[in-house]
């Protein structure tokens, strides 16, 4: 099966903290994806990446950056964080195509306050 | 731009009922692929479906059951006797296609949330 992991389930940080969230897939996918999820307002993608140390904006960037040193982990980094990203975090991961489904994490509840 | 509506924001039904959960979307491709997710209270989205443009064939599998009608640009979910367990957000998402080679989005609608009461 699948596997797409989260470090954490649940996280606490103060405003202004540096905060990662790291995401494991373990099916060779050469995509891979961070999304928020907030009420009302669906999935919203923060940024991709379609290969190692490849990464591309998605639509709400502003406020986070990525890494992908390795195939199978792609890291969600908060500079500073703030309250406003307060969240759901998803990660998702996928075989390169338009036909290909994502397969996804079970996500981080992150709190800042 | 493409976008996916999912207009119905909330929808509670009892136990048993037929449930359709509708999906609209907007694009000017050719060639996409529309998809339903389903995310339970424990939060990991689980994929239900894919369909093709090309393919407006209706699909049955088990209780569940998807209409797409391409002169509509609707994707529509239909659970049959639904049960408590199908309590989840749904979310109907296209496929976008990247402009580097390898990379393509999905774009979600904003889900809808069943709830089966018993």
């Known amino acids: 099966d699948v596997k797409v992991t989260q470090s954490s389930r649940y996280l606490v940080k103060r405003t202004g903290e540096k905060v990662f969230l790291e995401c494991v897939q373990d099916m060779d996918h050469e995509n891979m994806f961070w999304y928020r999820q907030d009420p009302g307002l669906g999935l919203r993608l923060i940024y991709f990446?379609?290969?190692?140390?490849?990464?591309e904006k998605g639509d709400i960037p502003e406020g986070y950056s990525v890494s992908r040193e390795k195939k199978e982990r792609f890291s969600l980094i908060l500079e500073s964080a703030s309250t406003n990203q307060t969240s759901m975090y998803l990660c998702a991961s996928s075989f390169p195509g338009q036909y290909n489904e994502q397969f996804f994490g079970p996500g981080t509840r992150l709190t800042v306050l | 731009a493409q976008k996916v509506t999912q207009a119905q924001t909330e929808i509670s039904v009892v136990e048993k009922e037929d449930v359709t959960l509708d999906c609209v979307y907007e694009t000017r491709d050719t060639t996409y692929y529309l998809f339903w997710y389903k995310q339970p209270p424990s939060g990991e989205l689980v994929f239900l479906i894919r369909r093709n443009s090309f393919d407006e064939q209706n699909e049955i599998s088990g209780r569940y059951s998807w209409n797409f009608q391409k002169s509509t640009s609707s994707f529509n979910f239909t659970i049959t006797a639904s049960q408590v367990v199908d309590s989840a957000v749904y979310f109907c998402a296209l496929s976008e296609g990247g402009t580097q080679g390898g990379s393509e989005k999905l774009v979600f609608g904003k889900g809808t949330k069943l709830t089966v009461n018993p």
């Open positions: 990446s379609y290969d190692v140390k490849m990464k």
